[in-house]
């Protein structure tokens, strides 16, 4: 998703900080056999989480409240933790190149499983399935990717997405900080598609007739949460929230909530 911003320059500011703050003991209620040391949870009483807000329907503010389908997960997984949730919206570029570690316990904000990302924090196990779509708009002789190739086509950078849009050889691709803005740059006309996950340009155009998905790519992506490396007990007990999510089938209500039926 991004370019260096003023969200990326904070996290850098205040990582410093942060990382007096992994010095201190964890609280009761959180593991402290991290096998590095550090201590769970950074912010003694709370499940800090880090989220890139926003990234409708996943993670976005209403009301003056972080919601979302990710924002529902994340207050399960501290609800498990006896913690209390404290989110911190922190640039796409803070969570993929790991530096959400010192601010953050977990990372989640619609984040997709690769082997370079794995290089840099350990995944839970995956929640969702999240293959890209390509939208465009009605009449615009948009049909594939070749006919895209020499059209403006936004992404949100620093995402999957866009490096799959560069290997397909799109040769007018326009990065943006953040899905909204993406998806506005649609809507206004200043690019001629879209190319992203399909959760959320699906929902971004779902109740818009003038838009529609020119085509489906299937490139197995799955969604998981993000644990800084070599932290076991924080990954089992994200993993241990997940399971019990999907075992009740509230991972489905959830699916319907913020998506609709699939």
Avoid: H
Avoid at 116 to 140: C, H, Q, W
Avoid at 213 to 226: H, I, R, W
Avoid at 227 to 247: F, H, M, Q, S, Y
């Amino acid at each position: 998703m991004r370019s260096p911003n003023k969200k990326f320059a904070a996290a850098i500011a205040l990582s410093s900080v942060a990382l007096l703050a992994m010095t201190a003991c964890g609280s009761d209620s959180g593991s402290s056999s991290e096998s590095e040391g550090a201590s769970f949870p950074i912010n003694e009483g709370k499940l800090t989480i880090c989220s890139d807000i926003p990234y409708e329907p996943f993670e976005f503010v209403k009301d003056g409240k972080n919601v979302g389908f990710d924002m529902d997960v994340a207050a399960e997984i501290a609800k498990d933790a006896k913690l209390e949730l404290n989110v911190i919206d922190a640039s796409f570029d803070s969570i993929e190149s790991g530096l959400f570690s010192t601010q953050c316990d977990i990372a989640i904000s619609s984040i997709s499983i690769t082997d370079a990302r794995k290089e840099k924090m350990d995944f839970s196990t995956p929640y969702m399935d999240d293959d890209l779509v390509l939208i465009a708009k009605n009449g615009s002789g948009i049909t594939d990717l070749e006919t895209a190739k020499d059209k403006k086509v936004g992404v949100q950078q620093a995402t999957t997405g866009e490096k799959y849009g560069k290997e397909q050889g799109l040769n007018n691709i326009v990065g943006y900080e953040d899905a909204g803005l993406q998806t506005q740059a649609l809507l206004a006309n200043q690019v001629d598609a879209v190319l992203g996950n399909q959760s959320v340009l699906g929902y971004a155009v779902k109740d818009k007739p003038d838009y529609k998905a020119v085509a489906n790519f299937k490139t197995g992506e799955q969604l998981g949460v993000a644990v800084p490396k070599d932290k076991a007990d924080t990954l089992e007990l994200v993993n241990g929230t997940l399971k019990r999510l999907t075992d009740a089938g509230t991972m489905e209500e959830l699916t319907v909530k913020w998506f609709g039926e699939k």
